[in-house]
């Protein structure tokens, strides 16, 4: 039994649905996005409420009856308040500049990388600091995941680009002493 799949969505006001051929297309004020919805689940919108029933009891229906419901869910979300994520920027001589649809990264190399952000995200940058902002949750913790992987920061200095509350582990360097 699935606990989150049988839980019902509530539709604010200001967001249309439209289900055609298996696909739900959620339009609100961030944008719009297409929801793939699977053959093994049924989808009926009453009254600003949407109800997800798998059409079987097999292995596959199962798992994707709570797959699906939470992508839909995270459809409307993303379409009435949007995701975001925080990024910082640690290190000396390190930072970000906004270029249009591109972000231009000093981090440390002898050459400066040039990010190109995709439609559909927005990034606000400051000089160590970083939000990726967009409607569509996958997209957004996928970019942001791209950005950290360009310099992840290092045990040691802790130097690097890190998710706004992650904790990166020190280590301790080296210690000189006589080996006799």
Known sequence: MSRVGNKVINVPDGVSLVNK????????????????????????????????TRKSEDKVSKSMHGTTRQL?????????????????IIGVGY?????????VFQLGFSHDI???LPDGIEAV???????????????????SAKIRSLRKPEPY??????YKDEYVRSKQGKTVGGGE
């Open 21 to 52: 051929d298996n696909n739900l297309s959620v339009n609100g004020p961030n944008g719009n996005l297409v929801v793939n919805i699977c053959d093994e689940v049924s989808l009926k919108i009453e009254d600003n409420t949407i109800n997800l």
């Open 72 to 88: 839909v869910s995270n459809a409307i979300e993303g379409v009435t308040n949007g995701f975001s994520k925080h990024l910082e």
């Open 95 to 103: 930072n970000v500049k906004p270029q249009g649809k591109k972000l």
């Open 114 to 116: 040039v990010f190109d």
């Open 125 to 143: 940058a400051q000089k160590n600091s970083l939000q990726i902002k967009g409607a569509d949750k996958q997209l957004v913790g996928q970019v």
């Open 157 to 162: 200095k802790g130097k690097g680009i890190r």
